[in-house]
Structures are given as C-alpha cells and as structure tokens.
C-alpha cells in the first residue's frame, strides 16, 4: 500500500500548482479558450496579458470575419471597443458571456453598441482590469449554479457514517459527475475504503496549503478518478493539518465541477466550515440506548445551523432496538435504515470497496439520495 508521501509525486504537485491559478486547465479544449476580438494592438497585448494569469491563451480575432468562427463557441469574448460597431453591425447571433473592454476616453459612450451587441458589461481599462479578469474567470469556468453538497457524520464513533459517505457518493456517481472529499484526518483515508488507494493524484496533504479561490475545472482534472467519482483523501504519512480556509476553498471549487460533493465529517474537527457549504446533512445513529444518547447531543447544534439533518438509522447485528422507536426519539424521520451487510468488511479490505457485496447499503444509500430532492446536473 502506498503512502500519501508517494502519492505526493511530481506530476501531483505540477497538477496542485495548476490548481491554484483560477481558470487553470492542463490542456484546454479548443472551444475552452476565451475569444478576444480587437484591431487594438495594445488592447490585445493588455487582455492576452490578462489571460495568460489565467493560464488560458485566446482565440485572437482581428476583425469580424474571424470572430465569427468562434463567436458562439468561446465560453467568453472580450470584444475590444474599436471594433465594437462592426461586430454590433455584423448581426452575429445573440450569446451570454459577451463583455466590451477597451481604453476608453472620459464620457466616450459606448454604451448603445454594446447593448445592441448584447454585451452584459463595458469595461473601461486599465480601471477594471479586475474585474475584467473575474468576468474571464467566471466565464471560463461557467457560471452554472453550484452543485448540492451532502455532509455526512455519525452521531457515534464507527457507526458507519464513512461507508455510508463513499456509498452516497459512489450511488449517485452512476448519474453524474460526484465529488467525494473525505474530511477526517484520522480515518485512514477515505481512498483505502474504495480501494482506490493505488490511483494517483493529490491527496489533502498535496492541498494543504490552500487559499482562496481554486480553479473548478482543475480540481476536477486532478482528482484522482473512478469514472465520474473523483476522490479528495486523506492519506496515510505524517498528519500535516490544513489551513485554514482551505477545506472551504476544495469545497467551492468542488461545488463548480461537480453535480454532486459529498464529505465524510469527522465528529469533532474541521466540520464549521463544511457545514457552511452543505444543502444537506445525514446523520448516521446507531440503533441503541447510546447511540440515541449521542444523537441526542448532536442533533440540536445541527438544528440551530437551519440544516435539516436527515437520519439514517444503522442497526449492526445484535442490536434490538426499533429503528422507528429511535426517529420518534430524536423527533425526525428516518429516511433509511441500515442493516448490517455480511460482506462489507471483507470487501472493503479486499479492496473492491463497501458496495461490491452490499445490496442492502446500495438501497440505503439510493432512499437517502431520494430524499435530499438534489437537482444536479454538471
Ligand atoms: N452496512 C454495514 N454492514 C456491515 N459493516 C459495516 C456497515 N457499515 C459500516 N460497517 C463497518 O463498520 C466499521 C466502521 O465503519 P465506518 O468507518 O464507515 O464508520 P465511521 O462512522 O466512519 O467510523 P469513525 O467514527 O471511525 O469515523 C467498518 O469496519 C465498516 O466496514
Ligand atoms: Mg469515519
């Protein structure tokens, strides 16, 4: 088995670099690249400048034959202000995602040929040069609303909740893109339960450092990936703990690339800035006097954050309790319950992960999804 220092390889750490420039992608598609339109050489120079902080290069078009071509297809333009009056004369087909940038003189209007255009904004630089580069960012990256993230913690120690976070996610990965971040440090790591711990890429060491804003498209690039499941772990070398803000900037970008993010909550540690993030939280409880004792304490602090914790009742083999008895306790529905799947354990350390034997898991993971009303589509 290898350790997260090998996992920290060279080709992790060049992809974690690439991560912290926004709208950073290792190879963007053709129809990824922003289009600059402009005759303005120093215009041009200003805006491939721009994008080149971006780690994105243009599609240059000089005038309005060649913007044409790739009018539609750029996932943002940047129509230069000289040649503004073409393109608003040119009809070219009405797109989202257009903005007017140039050098423009105190009180010159432009306005009335961006709108007939139709360009959202008219940017006048070097004054907005910021927010010209949001625009880029956003528009490179799409502006689609973020997906759902489901926080998943057990109201007891080894209750389940981990197996129950990696069925979730790998469930709801047949239908859509899903990330999954594990945020325990001291489980093990989440990979280890998929049996995906071979897969390279970064793992949360690889992203400690992490601040502010991430790229979306590159924190999916990167993530170490089973089909549409992409996996952010925790490994298994020396506990080197996160920044601050960081686990909330892996969760942002997450969000903006995946139709679903998943995490694995520990009971105690990094879960504020999870919550923040999470449309959803599940909690797992254990179907006995204690484990409703627990939930007990639990429960209030996650009704006070407005979020409506979704129960999820495990009944390990040996326990008696009526898994009704224990939602009626805790004042909430149960919106699955889980019995206990002879084969789990010897499937997870044979490395084919929680639900290769596990009918009953898979169902319980597939009412909980059912439950959580997630439109997701990315
Ligand atoms: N449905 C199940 N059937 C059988 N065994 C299960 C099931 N769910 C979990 N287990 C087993 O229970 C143990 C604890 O599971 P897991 O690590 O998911 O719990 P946890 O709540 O995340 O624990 P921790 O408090 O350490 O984070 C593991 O050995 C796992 O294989
Ligand atoms: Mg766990």
Redesign the pocket.
């Known amino acids: 088995m290898p350790s997260g220092s090998e996992h920290s390889s060279r080709s992790a750490r060049d992809a974690v670099a690439s991560l912290r420039r926004v709208g950073a992608s290792p190879e963007p598609p053709t129809g990824g690249r922003p289009l600059v339109v402009t005759a303005d050489d120093d215009l041009l120079d200003d805006l491939v400048r721009l994008c080149a902080a971006l780690d994105r290069e243009p599609t240059v078009a000089h005038d309005v034959g060649a913007a044409r071509r790739w009018w539609v297809r750029a996932p943002v333009v940047v129509a230069g202000t000289d040649l503004l009056e073409a393109l608003a004369d040119a009809a070219l087909p009405r797109r989202p995602g257009v903005v007017a940038a140039g050098r423009l003189q105190a009180g010159e209007r432009t306005w009335s040929t961006a709108l007939a255009l139709g360009a959202e904004r008219v940017l006048r630089l070097p004054e907005d040069t910021d927010d010209l580069s949001d625009l880029l960012a956003t528009g490179i990256e799409g502006t689609g609303e973020p997906g759902p993230v489901v926080a998943v913690l ?1 109201a007891s ?8 976070a990696t069925a979730l996610a790998a469930v709801a990965a047949r239908d859509e893109p899903v990330a999954l971040v594990d945020a ?1 440090p001291l ?1 093990g790591g989440i990979d280890l ?1 998929l049996g995906e711990e071979d897969r390279p890429g970064p793992r949360w060491p690889d992203l400690a450092d992490t601040q502010g804003r991430l790229s979306a498209t590159a924190l999916r690039d990167v993530l170490p990936r089973a089909s549409r499941l992409g996996v952010l772990s925790w490994d298994r070398g020396p506990l080197r703990q996160p920044a601050p803000g960081a686990l909330d900037s892996v969760l942002d970008a997450a969000r903006r690339s995946h139709g679903l993010v998943v995490v ?1 909550l ?2 105690t540690g990094p879960g504020d800035e999870a919550l923040e993030h999470a449309t959803a939280v599940v909690v ?1 409880v254990r179907a006995d006097v204690r484990g409703v004792a627990a939930a007990t304490r639990l429960l209030p602090g996650l009704l006070e954050r407005a979020c409506e914790p979704r129960l999820v009742v ?1 009944r ?1 083999a040996g326990t008696a309790t009526d898994p009704r008895l224990v939602a009626e306790t805790l004042g909430l529905a149960a919106v699955a319950v ?5 084969g ?2 010897r499937a ?1 350390d044979e490395g084919i992960g ?1 639900l290769a034997r ?1 009918p ?2 898979r169902r319980a993971a597939r009412d909980v999804l059912d439950s959580l009303d997630l439109r997701v589509s990315r």
Not at 157 to 164: E, F, I, L, P
Not at 338 to 342: A, F, G, K, S
Request: positive net charge; glycine residues 16%.
């Open positions: 057990g120690g080894g209750v389940g909740s981990s197996t129950m325990d489980g339960l694995d520990p009971r797992v495990r390990p889980v019995r206990d799947d002879p789990l354990r997870v929680p596990s009953r898991l």
